[in-house]
C-alpha cells in the first residue's frame, strides 16, 4: 500500500513563508502528476498548484507569483514552497499523486497538514 507522509504545515504571520513535503513511502511508485490541494471547513477542496512528470507547473489565480511547486523525483518526494502568505491561504492542504505501483494505477492522497496564517 502506498502512502503520502505531508510535513512543515504550522503557523506563520501574514507575509511569511512555509515549505510544505510530500514523501511517498514506496520508492516503487512511478508517480506521474503531483498536485496539491487546500480545504477550508464548510467549502470545496481547492486546486492549488501541479506539476506534471515533466516538470511542467500550473497555479491556481490565488497563489500565482507566490506559490511554487516542484518535486524530486530520486526521492519520490513532492514540495510547495509558498512564501507572502496571507490568511486567506489558511486551510488544511493536500498532496495528491497518480502512478503506478506494481503495475497498479494507484491515486493517493495525503493525509494533510494545517496551515494557518495569522494577521
Known amino acids: 500500500q502506498v502512502q503520502l507522509v505531508e510535513s512543515g504545515g504550522g503557523l506563520v504571520q501574514a507575509g511569511g513563508s512555509l515549505r510544505l513535503s510530500c514523501a511517498a513511502s514506496?520508492?516503487?511508485?512511478?508517480?506521474?502528476?503531483i498536485d496539491w490541494y487546500r480545504q477550508v471547513p464548510g467549502k470545496q477542496r481547492e486546486l492549488v498548484a501541479t506539476?506534471?512528470?515533466?516538470?511542467?507547473?500550473n497555479y491556481g489565480d490565488s497563489v500565482k507569483g507566490r506559490f511554487t511547486i516542484s518535486r524530486d523525483n530520486a526521492k519520490n518526494t513532492g514540495y510547495l514552497q509558498m512564501n507572502s502568505l496571507k490568511p486567506e491561504d489558511t486551510a488544511v492542504y493536500y498532496c495528491?499523486?497518480?502512478?503506478?505501483?506494481?503495475?497498479?494505477?494507484?491515486?493517493?492522497w495525503g493525509q494533510g497538514t494545517q496551515v494557518t496564517v495569522s494577521s
Open positions: 495528491n499523486a497518480k502512478g503506478y505501483t506494481s503495475g497498479w494505477y494507484r491515486d493517493v
Open positions: 514506496r520508492s516503487t511508485f512511478s508517480i506521474d502528476a
Open positions: 506539476i506534471s512528470t515533466s516538470g511542467r507547473t
